[in-house]
Structure formats: C-alpha cells, structure tokens
C-alpha cells in the first residue's frame, strides 16, 4: 500500500488515493475519518465488555436454573465446557471424567473474565459495579459444587474400573489384529513367491519360443534349399534329357548318313552293275580277252541294246525305288496305280423302298449327312459331334421258301470312326474309288480322309466359314468346296492348297461337279453353273426358293435341287425343261436338307420336316410313296445305295434308318 | 471506490453501547440487572432488544407484563425512529453506554406507536423506503422490484447481512446519469427544541443551473439557523450518523453513502454543548 500524502498516512487503513481528486474529496475524507473515530470510541471499546457480559448473563442464567439438581449442574457445565473447549469427546466416560475438572476451570474462567473486566472498566463506574454482580452468585454456589464433586469422585472410579476392561477387550482386539497382520503378510510372501515362479515359467517360456523360432527359421532355410537343390534337379534332368536327345538326334543323323551312303552305294553299284555287261556263261571267250579294247565297245553297245531292250528293267526299278520311297518320310497322299484304276458301277434298276430294315441311334447328334460309296456297300454318316462313322450292310440269309437267299443286307454295322474334325460335318462325299472319305465341316474347313485311317490326312483351311459341300473333281486330285462365305475354293490335293478362289456373292449351300462344270446352289435362290476353265458363271438358273441341295443323276443331264418352300425342282441341263415336284405335307425341315436320285435316275427322294421320307417318279413327277413312322424328327438327309436296293435316311435326333424293299 | 464501500460498512455496523436499566418503581421478585447490548445504528429498538425483555421478564412478575417501551432521561423513545438518530438527537454527547430505561407498564399512548410484533416494523420500514424512492425516482426503481426483492431488504436488515441487504439497496441508488442525481433527495432533520417532528421536504441534489448541491445549501435551505455566518460562533451542530460531515460534503453523496437502510439521509441539529 502506498501513501501518497500526509494525510493519507494518518489514516493507514484507507487505500491508495488519486492525486487528482484529493482535492475534491477532503469532505470524504474527513467523513471517513470521523466515522472511524466514532467506531472506535462508542463501539471498540464497548464490544469486548458487552460480550463477555453476555456470556456471564449467559452463565448465570443457567447457573441459576440447575440450582435443582447437581447432576444436572454438572451435566449443563460440562456441556457448556465442552462447547466452549477445543476438543469434542463422544464416550460418556471421558465426558464424566472431565466433569470435575470443566467445574474447576469454570469457575477459573469466571474469575479469568472478572479480572478482564476489571482491566478494561476503567472508564465506567456503573460497569464496574455490574461487573461484581455477577460473581456474587458464583461464589454461592461454589459450595453445592464442591459436595457434588466427591459424590463424583466415586462415580469416576467406577467408571475407572471399566475402562480397564474396555482396555483389555481393546488390547485382544489389537493382539488378534496383528496375528491377522502377521498371517496377510505371510501370504503376501507366498503371492509373491508365486508370482516370482510365475514370472520364471513365463521366461522360460520364452526361451522355448525364442528355440522353437530359431528352428522354425532354419527349417525354412532348410527347406529353401532343398527346393532349390530340387530345381537343379529338375533342370539337370532336362540337360540330361536334351543331351540324350541331341545325342539321339546326331546318332539318327548319323544313321542316316550311313543309310544314306549306303543306298548311294547301292544305287551306284546297280548303275555299276547296269553298266557292266552281263556276261553270258555259255560264250567262253578267252578270245576275246585279248582284244579288249575293242571288246569294250561291243560290251557298250551291248549294254546299250541290252538296255533299251530289257522292258522289265524300269519296273524293277520301280519297285526298287518303291522300297525306298516308302521308307521316305512324308504323306504320300496316293499312289499313282490307285488313280489309275477306277471302277465303274451302274445301277441298272433301283428298288422303291417299302420297310425299314433297321434304325438306330448312329450318333451323339444330330446327323447332318450321309452318303453310300459308289465303289462298296460302305456307308457314311456324320453329324454335329465331329466324326464321321462308316458303317457296312451286313450280309443277312433269308429264307424264301426252301431256297436259301443271300441278301446283302440286314442291318447297319458299324465298321469305323473317322474323326479329327473340329466342327460338325456339313457334308460327306467318298471318292470315285472308295477308299477316302472327304467332308466338309463346321469349323471353316474341309477335310479328307482315308478309310483305313482314322486321322485325316488333309485338311483344306482359307474359308471364314463354315464349309457347306466339298467335292472331288472329275479331274485327278482336284477338289471343289463351298461355303457360306460366299466363296467356291479349288483346292489342289498335293499340295493341300487352294487353286483358285471364285466369289459366288451369296452363300454356296451346296454343290455337285460335272466334267467341265461346277454347278452350285445358293440361298439367294439361284443356281449357277461355273465353268472352270474360265472361273466365270456361265449360267445362272433360277430356283424358287433358297437352294438347300443339290444332285446331279448319273448321266449328268438332270439336276435336283431341293428348296426351302418345299418343293424340288428337276432340271434339264442340256435343255431347259424345269419340273416341280410337290407332294402334300411335304416340308423342307431345314436350310441344308438334302434330295438325291435314285442310282437309276428314275426316282428322286428326299425327307420332310415331319420325318417321314418323300419318293418321287422322276419320269412323271408323281408322288410314289411316303415312308414314315421311322422319324421323330425332320430328315435331313437321304442317301441312296449303288445297288439300288437300300437308302439310308438321317434326321436330327441321332436316328439313321435303313429302308429296303422287302 | 473502495472508501464508498468502507462508508457503507463503517454506516451498517456502527454500534452504540447501551445499558438496560429496569425502572426502578417496577416491582421485581429478584433485583433485576441491568443489561448490556451493542445497538445497530442503523436498527430499529424494538427489532434488536428480544434479549433485554428476555432479561427482564425473568425478574419482573408475569402477571405486571405489558408491552415494553424505553426511554430516556423521561422522554419515551419512539421506536419507529432508528437507532442512531434516537441516540445522536438525545445522548450524543453523554457519556458512554447510553442508558436506556426499560418499562413495562403505563405505556404512553399519545408518544409512542405500538409495536406488538416483527411485521408491524417490516411495515414501517418498507414503507419509508417506498417513500424515500418515490422522492428519489418517482417510485419507478421499487415498483419494478418483485416481492421477493422487498423480502431480502427487510431480512437483510433483521439479520443484519449487509451484503444481503445492498444488493437490493443499490438499485435504489443508482440514478440516471444524465440527471447527476437522484429527483429529490429524501431527507429528515431532526431538532430537540421544536414542536415539529422533523423537517422534510422537496430538495434537487443539483440546481438547474448544473451546481450540485452540498449539505450547507441544504441547511441553508431547510434550517438556516443551523449554519453558523461568518464571524458567529458555531451554535448548532449537525449530525448525520454520529458525524458532522463538513458542510460542502454533497448532498447527493450523502444520500447515497450515509442514508440509513431505509434510503433516508437522517439529519440531527443539535445546539453545541455549552460545557
């Protein structure tokens, strides 16, 4: 606190004044200043007094009401020295212990305080003569309190007496707290050596963990290299193999230098052995040694006329040669004598079907075509599972009255499997000798294969899609196919390769070669005839409907096209005659059904939507007959045997049945 | 301002030292002592002297017992007049403790109002508090109290909780600053030597021409007496709460520092002591 002015240091309990306005406030100082001189000399002064006054009224007062009874008396003075005392005692025996003493130190305090007032009551006589009043009464009853306090005196020994026995019970109450102590902190030791084992096991435990990682990690390591060690393995086993393949490699190249030496050899000691004349062991001629000069030349010609003579040598050769072409690696595709010879059989007569002989489930899928050979009795079927299955007539006995008759056929039996297609077979075609089967297939190829042999030995590839019809040509190793790509390819058998491409602008579903002509039926519903020496259409015939197929009888003048509107036309080539053949619920089941004539020529067939087999007189174009009750589903094709006697139908559900006349 | 509040203080716990004498033509069974109590100031007689009747009934027979009532020297002590005024208008210059005669019977009814019990003083006091804010602001500050706030003045000055009791008494001091003052400043004077009870009437604590107002102009106004003119020796004294405040003290200060509880500026004028 600091003072500004004089003034303010005469009053040390007011604050800190501004200096500006002291001048303004000497009127409040000077209030505030006889204020304080007003409360220190009427209320200062007098404060103690009045109160220390009022606790003796206080006291008197209550002094004066116990008067009645001691017990009371002290009672009362023990509560109001316990009030008045600092400490609060709750048993009632220290209460009655201090008993004697709170009247004891009354009685002091009362004097303590009249000699207070005494001090202070200088200044007011009146006060002092209250002051003694009040001790008056005080030292009356002195007297009562001193009787009361022997009678209490005994009361406190009694009360003694059983605060010894209150000590003893508390002194058991402390022995069995400290025994109760001693056993805690046993187990506290135990709990704790517990936790020490505890915490032992744990460690241990953990070493154990820490072993078992270490062992797991060099099992992997372990583990690491041994794969390792099994990849080197691996890839000194491959070495292996590659050396030992080189090694057979160089031994097969050495063979074959050594084969090949030795057929040089050979071939030069037959060209030796040409060139040396034979000697003729009748004709001793020691003569002629002499003269061998000029015997060489005899000898020459000799060979010379011994060569062009001999007519028996080239075969020889040939056959020679034969030995080792066939040892040759590489397809031969065919042998030259096979084109050579090539049969021909004509059907004199064919025989209108009347019953089925057999019916069968041939395959997984629908059958899409069917073809007899024209050189055996075999029979191909092929469909949407990708193989084609020949099938033979099996010759049956019948018995026609007493006479044995040896029919050639009861059933179909299957004779083999040709597949390696990798897409449905469209269409089937053997060749002129029977002995390879070509086909075209879903898969934008057609293939060729032969009979004895279930691998296809050529495969035909360039059409985007699928192969409809693919055909031999009459001329040798040369074959047509169609497809949907609106493309007709030539392809050259040899070299498996395609000739010449023609653009047909519609796509090709079917087609049958003559001798210089390529005729094909399209779905845009024209057929046309390509001439194939100049890859150009030179005719183009309209069908009524798309063209599904198409069949060219054996004397290449008629030609049948089946249409999608269920009609089949009969066509003359060498004029211009058209002919529909049409027949009551007789509907085309698909978009590559097939019609076909007879062998003869005289019949044409084909099969309907609703499985039953359609036969008409090609020379009338009369309905003849209408087989059913084989099929459950649309024909899609019909082959006719060579005989004459048996034709084959095929529908969509796996079904080929066998018909015949009898 | 700290020294306001130290006014304030110094105001509400000043005490005067009584003495309690029964009347000596009383009949007592017992002698009767006399009582010694420190009176608020700022109180009321009848508010704070339970235990001095408490005292005396004790010597006094039950059946003698009528309302008590005081006075001084002879002249009955009205207990509607606070303490302190009771005291500076009739002992200020005695001697210490004030003695005070305490009766029971023949109770003057033409000088002294009954009071039977605690309510009646409420009353009393609220309604000069009431009549002290209506001079003060045209009684808008104690009308906008609620009941409660009325409660907590009255209880705060029979408790005698100062802080309880300014904070309510402060709204009745506080005074819109563009008038510099209260309307008008409530205020008794008090004088032995008149017929009249005291002096009150309409008085600014500033004058229009923007001049406030000190205790001088008051009592120039009010009591021109009691200045003393230059050259004359003082004859009157001036008491506001046990103190003569300097005449240029002003008076809007004083009204708001030196008021009793009930918002009343208590003015006692007194002629000197000759001795």
């Known amino acids: 606190m600091t003072c500004v002015d004089v003034r303010v240091r005469a009053d040390p309990s007011r604050g800190v004044k501004g200096l500006v306005s002291r001048q303004t406030e000497t009127w409040k100082v000077d209030v505030i200043r006889q204020l304080k001189h007003r409360d220190k000399s009427q209320h200062d002064v007098f404060h103690d007094l009045v109160r220390h006054s ?121 022995r069995k707290l400290s025994a109760v102590q001693q056993s805690f902190s046993r187990t506290r030791g135990d709990q704790q050596d517990l936790q020490g084992r505890v915490s032992q096991v744990q460690e241990a435990n953990a070493g154990l963990k820490r072993e078992y990682d270490a062992l797991l990690e060099c099992h992997r390591a372990a583990e690491q290299r041994f794969r390792q060690e099994k990849q080197r393995g691996c890839e000194l086993l491959e070495d292996m193999i590659h050396h030992k393949q080189q090694a057979a490699a160089r031994m097969n190249s050495h063979n074959e230098r050594r084969s090949r030496a030795r057929q040089v050899k050979l071939q030069k000691d037959l060209q030796v052995a040409q060139e040396t004349p034979v000697t003729m062991t009748t004709t001793p001629q020691p003569v002629f040694s002499a003269t061998s000069p000029p015997k060489d030349f005899p000898e020459r010609t000799h060979s010379r006329l011994f060569r062009s003579a001999s007519a028996t040598s080239p075969r020889i050769l040939t056959s020679i040669k034969e030995l080792f072409e066939r040892k040759r690696r590489g397809n031969s595709v065919c042998s030259v004598d096979q084109e050579v010879f090539r049969p021909a059989r004509i059907c004199v007569s064919a025989q209108l079907p009347v019953r089925a002989r057999h019916s069968l489930d041939a395959h997984e899928q629908s059958i899409n075509a069917v073809r007899f050979s024209s050189s055996s009795d075999l029979l191909a079927t092929g469909g949407t599972d990708r193989v084609i299955k020949l099938w033979d007539l099996q010759a049956g006995t019948r018995y026609h009255g007493d006479t044995v008759v040896i029919m050639g056929s009861g059933k179909l039996n299957h004779r083999g499997t040709l597949d390696g297609s990798t897409g449905g077979i469209t269409s089937i075609e053997f060749d002129p000798a029977g002995l390879k089967v070509l086909a075209a297939s879903y898969n934008n190829s057609a293939l060729l294969w032969s009979i004895d ?36 390819k030539l392809w050259d058998l040899q070299r498996a390769a395609c000739v010449s491409t023609v653009q047909v602008f519609s796509y090709c579903s079917d087609l049958v070669c003559s001798e210089n002509a390529v005729i094909s039926g399209h779905f845009d519903g024209q057929i046309r005839l390509w001439d194939t020496r100049t890859a150009s259409c030179t005719l183009e015939l309209p069908a009524q409907g798309k063209v599904t197929s198409l ?105 080929a049945v066998l018909w015949s006349d009898i | 301002m700290a020294d306001d509040k130290d006014v304030l203080r110094d105001v509400w716990f000043g005490r005067i030292p009584t003495c309690f004498a029964l009347y000596q033509d009383e009949v007592t069974e017992k002698e009767a002592e006399p009582f010694y109590l420190l009176l608020p100031r700022v109180s009321y007689l009848t508010l704070v002297t339970d235990k001095v009747k408490k005292h005396f009934l004790k010597a006094v027979k039950p059946e003698d017992v009528e309302e008590m009532w005081f006075e001084y020297e002879g ?32 109770f003057p009814e033409r000088d002294l109002l009954h009071c039977l019990s605690n309510s009646v003083i409420e009353a009393h006091f609220m309604s000069c508090i009431k009549e002290a804010d209506a001079l003060k602001h045209k009684s808008q500050v104690i009308n906008d109290m609620q009941k409660k706030d009325h409660k907590q003045l009255w209880m705060g000055l029979q408790n005698d909780k100062f802080d309880q009791f300014w904070a309510m008494n402060r709204k009745l001091m506080e005074y819109p600053t563009e008038e510099g003052g209260f309307r008008y400043i409530p205020f008794r004077i008090y004088q032995t030597m008149s017929d009249r009870p005291f002096i009150q009437k309409l008085f600014r604590p500033v004058s229009p021409e923007g001049h406030t107002h000190t205790l001088g102009d008051l009592l120039k106004e009010m009591y021109p007496a009691a200045i003393a003119h230059d050259g004359d020796s003082r004859k009157f004294q001036v008491l506001i709460q046990g103190i003569e405040p300097l005449l240029e003290t002003p008076l809007q200060w004083l009204s708001e520092h030196l008021s009793h509880p009930d918002n009343f500026l208590h003015v006692c004028v007194l002629p000197v002591p000759t001795d």
């Open chain 1, 551 to 655: 069949d060219l009888c054996s004397d290449l003048r008629q030609l049948l096209s089946c249409c999608r509107d269920d009609c089949l036309q009969l066509l003359d080539l060498r004029g211009s005659n058209r002919r529909s053949l049409r027949a009551e619920g007789f509907k085309c089941g698909s978009d590559s059904t097939k019609a076909v004539f007879s062998p003869d020529g005289g019949y044409a067939t084909a099969g309907s939507a609703d499985g039953s087999l359609y036969i008409w007189s090609v020379t009338n174009g009369k309905l003849q007959t209408c087989l059913s009750g084989e099929h459950s589903s649309s024909i899609t094709a019909v082959s006719w045997s060579l005989s004459g006697n048996y034709v084959v139908s095929v529908d969509k559900s796996r079904r």
């Open chain 2, 75 to 106: 002249t009955p002590l009205k207990w509607h007049y606070p303490i302190g005024v009771l005291f500076d208008l009739h002992a200020s210059n005695t001697a210490l403790p004030w003695s005070i005669t305490v009766h029971f019977k023949n």
């Open chain 1, 453 to 488: 042999d279930s691998v296809p030995k050529v495969t035909l590839t360039g059409h985007s899609r699928k192969v409809t019809a693919a055909r031999f040509r009459f001329c040798p190793q040369q074959v047509v196919t169609g497809s949907a790509d609106r493309t007709l």
């Open chain 1, 54 to 174: 009022l606790r003796c009224r206080g006291r008197e007062r209550r002094v004066t009401a116990a008067s009645r009874s001691p017990l009371l008396i002290a009672a009362t003075l023990v509560n109001e020295s316990i009030s008045t005392g600092p400490l609060r005692n709750v048993s009632a025996a220290s209460q009655e212990r201090r008993a004697a003493a709170a009247t004891l130190s009354l009685r002091s305090v009362i004097l303590q305080e009249h000699s207070r007032m005494l001090d202070k009551s200088s200044i007011s006589a009146d006060f002092l003569r209250t002051a003694r009043v009040p001790a008056g009464p005080d030292v009356s009853s002195e007297n009562d309190l001193k009787t009361m306090t022997g009678e209490l005196a005994c009361q406190v020994v009694a009360l003694q007496q059983e605060v010894i026995i209150k000590e003893k019970v508390l002194e058991q109450q402390h």
